[in-house]
């Protein structure tokens, strides 16, 4: 049988796990609960870690922003979607998108399509750009900057 977290032991190991990295108090709550901390427990240690700025909302879409597009290499939909999915203010979000700009954005995902259509195996133009189109949705990268990068990696001539 799984054990009930206490109060003390709960703040402990949530203080120690958002001063080490950047948490949303979503992701601190889902925590909690799955450590069967109670109801008013959990409300209590999410006031204490935003009031002592363990939590930071701006600091953590800021931080979100950067990692995923650095490291991860997600296009802005895919972020601000998990974003949003993890409550993070509306306002936030956009402010913490400033930071890709379309320049970098879209050299990034040059350079992605520019590795997936090396992978490809296939070599029939139109099989290559759906495939092309397929990995950089599912990155989260916006349609008209994709259509624009996919047309010029690969030309389709129709003509016989």
């Given at each position: 049988?799984?054990?009930?977290?206490?109060?003390?032991?709960?703040?402990?190991?949530?203080?120690?796990?958002?001063?080490?990295?950047?948490?949303?108090?979503?992701?601190?709550?889902?925590?909690?609960?799955?450590?069967?901390?109670?109801?008013?427990?959990?409300?209590?240690?999410?006031?204490?870690?935003?009031?002592?700025?363990?939590?930071?909302?701006?600091?953590?879409?800021?931080?979100?922003?950067?990692?995923?597009?650095?490291?991860?290499?997600?296009?802005?939909?895919?972020?601000?979607?998990?974003?949003?999915?993890?409550?993070?203010?509306?306002?936030?979000?956009?402010?913490?998108?400033?930071?890709?700009?379309?320049?970098?954005?879209?050299?990034?995902?040059?350079?992605?399509?520019?590795?997936?259509?090396?992978?490809?195996?296939?070599?029939?133009?139109?099989?290559?750009?759906?495939?092309?189109?397929?990995?950089?949705?599912?990155?989260?990268?916006?349609?008209?900057?994709?259509?624009?990068?996919?047309?010029?990696?690969?030309?389709?001539?129709?003509e016989d």
């Amino acid at each position: 049988m799984d054990k009930i977290m206490d109060y003390q032991t709960a703040l402990s190991k949530t203080t120690t796990i958002c001063a080490g990295s950047e948490h949303c108090e979503f992701d601190i709550s889902q925590k909690l609960y799955r450590w069967k901390v109670s109801e008013t427990d959990i409300k209590k240690i999410t006031t204490y870690l935003k009031q002592n700025n363990y939590i930071n909302h701006h600091r953590f879409a800021q931080a979100f922003v950067r990692d995923k597009f650095k490291f991860n290499r997600w296009g802005s939909r895919k972020i601000e979607y998990e974003l949003k999915s993890r409550r993070i203010e509306s306002s936030l979000i956009q402010e913490a998108l400033m930071q890709i700009l379309d320049e970098s954005s879209y050299n990034q995902l040059k350079t992605i399509l520019q590795e997936k259509l090396n992978q490809i195996k296939n070599k029939t133009p139109l099989l290559q750009k759906a495939s092309l189109i397929r990995h950089a949705v599912s990155k989260g990268y916006e349609q008209n900057m994709i259509y624009s990068i996919v047309n010029n990696l690969i030309s389709i001539d129709f003509e016989d």
